[in-house]
């Protein structure tokens, strides 16, 4: 179907090269030596998970996140990285929507009490569902040209 100047699948396309390109900035803006050196995102995430008001989030981030906190800043920033490239190229792009729409979905949980943070997460969640269950990867992406997830 053809809209306004591009198709619905041409759309969805720049729908997800769109997120790509937030995940992409979220990495690029990220202080990488103080998140891998001083431990600073994993260290906020850990002050803002100790005040959570539910317990289920304290202790799920307790044992998953706080015992290898250098490993989990390495694991936070190469997968923003992962991600913004994923769908920028269209390269396992389902792959990359749901693993997207999880870190969002996490940092949405996380954040529950801090509304500044919602819009961002909750946009970038709402554009990988779009995208995925448009099947935004059949246009403009290396998934279609190797003709990857048809």
Known sequence: ???????????????????????????RHKDKKAWFERGTGIAWAASVAAE??????????????????????YIVVHAELALG???ILGILTPVALIGGLLLNLLY????????????????MALISLVAFFGMGWQTWSLDEALGLFL
């Open 52 to 73: 959570h008001r539910w317990m289920s989030v304290r202790r799920g981030f307790d044992a998953v996140v706080k015992p290898p906190p250098r490993a989990m800043a």
């Open 85 to 87: 490239l994923g769908l």
């Open 108 to 123: 949405l949980v996380l954040m529950i009490h801090d509304w500044a943070e919602q819009g961002q997460n909750s946009m």
């Open 1 to 27: 179907m053809q809209t306004i100047w591009l198709s619905g699948a041409e759309w969805l396309a720049v729908l997800r090269i769109g997120l790509g390109l937030w995940w992409l900035e979220s990495w």
